[in-house]
């Protein structure tokens, strides 16, 4: 998950969230369809820590990542997420089926 991935390593984050051939193509917008596998399954993703907003789009089917900004200021957003620290099971149960 994201949020492990931000909590325990070091480094270039999204180096290891985002693969690299796709390091350069930036999608400003929800991208309709998976580059990777075509799933029109796209969420946004907030990184608690960092922008208040989106900051990253996933694909549900493949769950790649996908740049929203360029990787120098998405860079900059997840290493301001490293020093945040959440309960899992203070977050309460949410059915999936009542995702918005
Ligand atoms: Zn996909």
Known sequence: ???????????????????????????????????????????GIEVMGSFEDILLWECESCEDYFLKFDKVYTEKELQCAKGYWTNINDWGYCPKSQYN
């Open 1 to 43: 998950m994201l949020e492990d991935l931000v909590d325990k390593i070091s480094g270039k984050l999204i180096s290891q969230l985002v693969i690299k051939d796709d390091l350069d193509t930036v999608y400003k917008r929800r991208p309709h369809s998976c580059p990777h596998c075509h799933s029109s399954e796209i969420v």
